[in-house]
């Protein structure tokens, strides 16, 4: 039977959906990191079947808390195994609220608000860096760095958008040994390749080889092929390491080659102002993630340009006879700018939390985590049996642990350490695996972590192979 909005709302509330789920978001705060059951175990428990029949709304209400119960817990101070956390709790509310509203980014007409609250956020990090600026939220990192290689691809040769992509064009982009593996889907998608990635090494540090990306550019050019891009990262995933932007750019503007920054997990140092003279007028594209580092819910991510226009001459593709009308609002249409029509309203928690902590809060509380970092890093260093691997530079920190049993074999060591870990619902840490040598890498993204709980982690790990 048919129920208005209206009344099915009021059917919700009368079983007390709110009431429950906020209880059992607050009682989350102080849960376990996770309750750890394998996939089978889980579905045993049989919750999550889908029937032809509907279910009463107190059923569904406790299908949600169960939900709630059984998923990971990003608040828990010792949930370190992304590059995200939990959120603030000022962006759950906007997102409730945007979920309830229900609305596109598209047009100005159907998120009159939303797009002039994205478009202010621009403004700041223009206003940030000192440079005229363009952009839009996209979903996700990876997406912001697909739309940077996107624009260097239009800017290179318009006639793709029309023509296609033929075999005159032999573009070839550049990025270190340490960038998201976001680029060798993009290629893909974008049709250009993964074989046209060229990996330029990484120094002592993990920035970009200079030498080497100069070096492998004259190779590309001696070949006949096309440089498109140099894709360089402020906060690399695994080190947190920070490349040279400042004399990438200037490779790049030598040799007329598009500078994509990305600085998905690095936002802070922009938005805190640590970097902003380094990126003054130094790029052409620039990620940005809110949901990482900067403790957003996911995903708000951000594409912005120094370009004019471009984002609209590259990904406008028509819709002007049924949506983008011409009104008094259509230049504050952002449908146009973006490869995807239905957006979601990201830019609400993102300018709601802004407007809370304000610039300062923001700055302030990466200080608070750059400082727990360098705490940490100085804690392991008395701990007889952790070996840090590198001297950290941003929010990463990346250490092995010796085994007790020198006869055992390192790598699989830690793994095993790893899955202990997972198993005793106290820590959520990641691995890595570079170079034939496996570590732990902890991201320093958890507002709520203290190094009280950092060293109680230490203890916990150490405990487990006593």
Request: charged share 25%; hydrophobic share 35%; glycine share 6%.
């Amino acid at each position: 039977m048919f129920m208005s909005i209206k009344t099915q709302f009021y059917k919700l509330k009368e079983a007390g959906f709110l009431d429950h789920i906020f209880q059992a978001l607050e009682s989350s705060l102080t849960a376990p990191v996770q309750k750890y059951l394998s996939a089978s175990e889980r579905l045993s428990e049989n919750h999550y079947k889908l029937e032809k029949k509907s279910s009463s709304e107190s059923e569904v209400l406790a299908d949600a808390l169960n939900f709630i119960k059984n998923s990971i817990n990003t608040n828990h101070p010792l949930f370190v195994n992304q590059l995200y956390s939990g959120a603030h709790p000022i962006s759950w509310y906007a997102e409730f609220i945007v979920a309830a509203l229900n609305t596109s980014m598209a047009t100005y007409e159907i998120a009159p608000v939303g797009t002039l609250m994205e478009k202010e956020i621009v403004l700041q990090f223009a206003d940030l860096l000192n440079m005229q600026l363009e952009g839009l939220m996209v979903p996700g990192g990876s997406y912001a760095n697909m739309m940077g290689l996107h624009l260097a691809r239009y800017q290179s040769d318009p006639k793709i958008k029309i023509k296609g992509y033929g075999a005159e064009n032999k573009f070839k982009i550049f990025i270190s040994d340490q960038a998201h593996y976001s680029y060798k889907k993009s290629m893909n998608i974008m049709g250009l390749g993964e074989d046209n990635i060229v990996i330029i090494k990484s120094d002592s540090r993990k920035k970009m080889d200079l030498q080497d990306l100069e070096s492998q550019i004259q190779k590309c050019l001696s070949e006949n092929n096309k440089p498109l891009a140099v894709g360089s990262t402020l906060g690399t995933t695994v080190y947190g390491a920070l490349d040279p932007v400042e004399e990438i750019q200037k490779i790049c503007s030598e040799y007329k080659i598009w500078h994509h920054v990305d600085a998905a997990w690095g936002a802070p140092l922009v938005v805190s102002g640590e970097f902003p003279e380094k990126l003054k007028h130094k790029f052409d594209s620039l990620t940005l993630d809110f949901h990482k580092s900067l403790g957003l819910t996911l995903c708000k991510s951000f594409v912005l340009t120094p370009h004019k226009e471009l984002l609209l001459k590259a990904n406008h593709g028509g819709g002007s006879a049924y949506l983008f009308h011409e009104t008094e609002n259509e230049n504050y249409n952002t449908g146009s700018y973006a490869i995807q029509c239905g957006r979601k309203l990201d830019s609400f928690p993102v300018w709601l939390t802004w407007k809370l902590l304000g610039t300062d809060g923001f700055k302030d509380n990466y200080q608070k985590q750059r400082q727990l970092c360098l705490e940490a890093f100085d804690y392991l260093n008395t701990i007889e049996r952790i070996n840090c691997l590198h001297n950290p530079e941003f929010l990463n920190l990346c250490f092995q642990v010796e085994p007790k049993d020198p006869e055992q074999e390192k790598n699989q060591y830690q793994k095993d350490l790893r899955q202990k870990l997972v198993e005793s619902n106290e820590l959520f840490l990641n691995f890595s695996t570079e170079n034939n040598k496996t570590f732990f890498r902890w991201s320093f993204a958890n507002q709520s972590t203290s190094l009280k709980d950092f060293k109680k982690a230490i203890v916990i790990m150490l405990e487990l192979d006593s």
